[in-house]
């Protein structure tokens, strides 16, 4: 039986559970996810566990912290003074910002804490830092 490799398309379920087992993404019971084996749309972690399936097989991948959305990094934890911010813009905790950098490219920040005089925001991806457990099935390889 044919087994997936790099190259090509493939149409899979999946659902993504944190160490709690609270999901955090699924494509179970709808329509399969389709990638081409290669293409960076997959975190590599799963796409290399993927590759050697067979349409109908299933299987459970664990993906540490680094082989998923990588350790949380500190630096990217920042204290900005409430001016650096429009006059007219309310800023609270739990808020995902836009922030466009210095060198024109666009963050997108999540707003932790708030004071009187300062916001910190957090750039890293939301599961940084986390193990992520997806049960993964092969619907087709085309």
């Known amino acids: ?41 997959l975190l590599p972690g799963l796409e290399a566990a993927i590759i050697g399936m067979q349409a109908g097989e299933s299987k459970q991948v664990v993906l540490s912290p680094e082989e998923g959305h990588g350790p949380v990094r500190e630096d990217l934890i920042v204290t900005l003074e409430r ?36 916001v910190t ?5 939301p599961l940084a830092g986390q193990a992520l457990m997806f049960e993964v099935e092969v619907v087709s390889i085309l």
Do not use: C, W
């Not at 609270?92 to 004071?115: C, E, F, P």
């Not at 925001?121 to 991806?125: L, Q």
């Open 121 to 125: 925001v957090d750039g890293n991806p």
């Open 1 to 41: 039986m044919r087994q997936v490799t790099n190259g090509d398309t493939v149409h899979i379920y999946y659902t993504g559970r944190l160490e709690d087992g609270s999901v955090f993404e699924s494509v179970a019971g709808g329509d399969p996810f389709e990638f081409k084996v290669g293409d960076g749309s």
């Open 83 to 118: 001016g650096a911010f429009p006059g007219h813009m309310t800023v609270r905790a739990g808020q995902v910002l836009q922030i466009t950098q210095r060198d024109g490219s666009q963050l997108y920040v999540n707003v932790v804490t708030t004071t009187d005089t300062t």
